[in-house]
C-alpha cells in the first residue's frame, strides 16, 4: 500500500529522483511496482527470496520463484508485461554474497 493511499507517501516518491533498495527483503517488489506506477528509475540489490511470502510470483515459464537464481529472473521479467521494449539492466557490484543489482532508468524522460 506504501505510496498509494497517504499524500506524504505520494508527495515523497513524486520528489524522488530515484528508488534504491539495498537487501530490501520483502520491500523488492514495493520498490519495483511503486517506481513503475510513478515513472521512476529504481535499483535493487536483492537478498532474501520469501517464497511462501510471496507465492504469487512467477517466472516467465510459469514456475514459481523459490531460489535466489528464480528471484534474479523475475526482476529481470518484471516489466515484460509492462513494456515489452523496456527492459531491467544489470551488473555486479564490487563486494562479496548477493552483489547482482538490478536498475531501471525509467521511461524516457524521466
Excluded: W
Amino acid at each position: 500500500d506504501f505510496a498509494t493511499l497517504k499524500t506524504e507517501e505520494i508527495e515523497l516518491v513524486q520528489n524522488a529522483s530515484i528508488l534504491v533498495g539495498l537487501h530490501p527483503d520483502s520491500a523488492t517488489d514495493a520498490i519495483m511496482k511503486v517506481a513503475i506506477r510513478y515513472c521512476k528509475p529504481f535499483a535493487i540489490v536483492p537478498c532474501c527470496v520469501f517464497p511462501t511470502q510471496f507465492p504469487k510470483r512467477r517466472l516467465p515459464n510459469g514456475g514459481p520463484v523459490q531460489t535466489y537464481d528464480d528471484l534474479c529472473e523475475y526482476i529481470r521479467n518484471i516489466l515484460g508485461s509492462k513494456n515489452g521494449k523496456t527492459k531491467v539492466e544489470e551488473d555486479e557490484l564490487d563486494f562479496d554474497g548477493r552483489n547482482k543489482v538490478f536498475f531501471y532508468h525509467g521511461p524516457r524522460g524521466t
